[in-house]
T-cell receptor, first 115, second 115 residues
């Protein structure tokens, strides 16, 4: 597809389980971002990948969160031992490069509900 | 560090009335500023951006925003609201930080349009 694709669109899990969220960015986009959107909290930055550089993990809220990007394309966000406060919409975005003026293209998000 | 403040989590207007969504930023270096819109169950999409050229920026769907350095503001306006404008609007700032330009988003403003 032409846009950023995320899967699953909805995920319901039990507290303590691990989840994986997938993001397929726009072809050719070297920058990839993960944000978390909670009700009334706006977008919270999680992690940023740029090309083959080491990712910027400064936004990850705890060591239960991790992400990888294979081959500079698809990214997977993993949440281990999920907690109820992890419930949110997880948004992935990509952009053409690292430039300041570049537009971010967002996927529709993965809605995670932890029971 | 940069930050964005959006005044008002909800703004309600009548169809045909002026839309004004407020955004103030904090940055120690010249910023690039963005407005994104999120329609229900969709990802964010770019409305317009300021990149240090003209201070009055025109975007899609009749929206525009003016960069005012003295007021550190980048308010979004539209002369006449349409029912289809009902959505969540996010202001974002992007500055250089450690060699990257990770956007910081505000908490969002929900625009409600009454018939």
């Amino acid at each position: 597809g032409a846009g950023v694709s995320q899967s699953p669109s909805n995920k319901v899990t039990e507290k303590g389980k691990d989840v994986e969220l997938r993001c397929d960015p726009i072809s050719g986009h070297t920058a990839l971002y993960w944000y978390r959107q909670s009700l009334g909290q706006g977008l919270e930055f999680l992690i940023y990948f740029q090309g083959n550089s080491a990712p910027d993990k400064s936004g990850l809220p705890s060591d239960r969160f991790s992400a990888e990007r294979t081959g500079g394309s698809v990214s997977t966000l993993t949440i281990q031992r999920t907690q109820q406060e992890d419930s949110a919409v997880y948004l992935c975005a990509s952009s053409l490069g690292r430039g300041q003026a570049g537009e971010l293209f967002f996927g529709e998000g993965s809605r995670l509900t932890v029971l | 560090a940069q930050s964005v403040t959006q005044l008002g989590s909800h703004v309600s207007v009548s169809e045909g009335a002026l839309v004004l969504l407020r955004c103030n930023y904090s940055s120690s270096v010249p910023p690039y500023l963005f407005w994104y819109v999120q329609y229900p169950n969709q990802g964010l999409q770019l409305l317009l951006k300021y990149t240090s050229a003209a201070t009055l920026v025109k975007g899609i769907n009749g929206f525009e925003a003016e960069f005012k350095k003295s007021e550190t503001s980048f308010h979004l306006t539209k002369p006449s609201a349409h029912m289809s404008d009902a959505a969540e609007y996010f202001c974002a700032v992007r500055v250089a930080s450690g060699g990257s330009y990770i956007p910081t988003f505000g908490r969002g403003t929900s625009l409600i349009v009454h018939p």
